[in-house]
């Protein structure tokens, strides 16, 4: 979550102590980039039950940092073993509120393949937002994939509930040309277990008719850490 400046990653302002600290949510990024310096990564152990087979396992990891005050760099791949490529993205702060927490930032991605037999490299654009209060963070994502025609995005609500506990709650959504939209909704708890460390259990559902899977569990643990 953006340390954006002044350790302002994972939600915290130049008065704020450890203990204010609010989680990422499961898989919608940062609405604008980490602070220089400050790395957050999301391994994520994935139980995904298919529309006509058995559950399976697979495995996520974003990885989030900044490269300067206003540029930030991700890498992720939500579902390794079934995705044939994996996203590399910059991240243009270019509107930032006076404590550097909230703000917009158009995006630009590129797909590198990571299975044998894919070749090609997709370019994709997009936009996220991000809203931070000392109780809790809302972050938005949309990018938009030109020689598909091809949008996806998320929205995700953050609530600290107390100290060390926060509620999470995301919608992910995509839509092809000529296809149906398919919405998800993401529900989950997020624990604090030391300073770099929250660890997360989500669950996620499809709520419309259009589905890539029937059901996903997430396990999630969130480590953040800044180089000295």
Do not use: C
């Not at 938005?140 to 949008?151: A, F």
């Not at 669950?203 to 890539?212: C, G, L, R, S």
């Amino acid at each position: 979550m953006p340390n954006m400046n002044n350790d302002s990653a994972n939600i915290k302002t130049s008065q704020m102590g450890d203990d204010e600290e609010i989680a990422h949510p499961f898989f919608t990024h940062m609405g604008i980039p980490e602070a220089v310096g400050t790395y957050s990564l999301r391994t994520s152990a994935l139980l995904t039950k298919p529309m006509d087979s058995k559950s399976k396992g697979d495995f996520a990891f974003p990885l989030e940092t900044g490269i300067t005050k206003f540029v930030g760099l991700h890498i992720r791949n939500y579902r390794f073993l079934d995705n044939t490529h994996t996203e590399i993205m910059f991240q243009f702060a270019v509107i930032r509120s006076k404590d550097d927490m909230s703000g917009f930032s158009p995006i630009i991605e590129f797909e590198i393949p990571t299975k044998k037999g894919v070749s090609r490299i997709n370019s994709l654009i997009g936009f996220s937002t991000a809203i931070v209060r000392s109780r809790f963070v809302f972050n938005q994502v949309i990018h938009y994939n030109p020689r598909e025609d091809m949008v996806d995005g998320s929205v995700a609500f953050v609530y600290k509930v107390r100290k060390g506990v926060f509620v999470v709650v995301e919608s992910l959504a995509e839509k092809m040309k000529n296809e149906k939209a398919i919405i998800n909704l993401l529900g989950g708890v997020k624990i604090k277990l030391s300073k770099n460390l929250i660890l997360g259990i989500g669950y996620q559902h499809p709520i419309t008719n259009n589905k890539e899977f029937l059901s996903q569990y997430i396990f999630q643990p969130d480590m953040e850490w800044k180089r000295q």
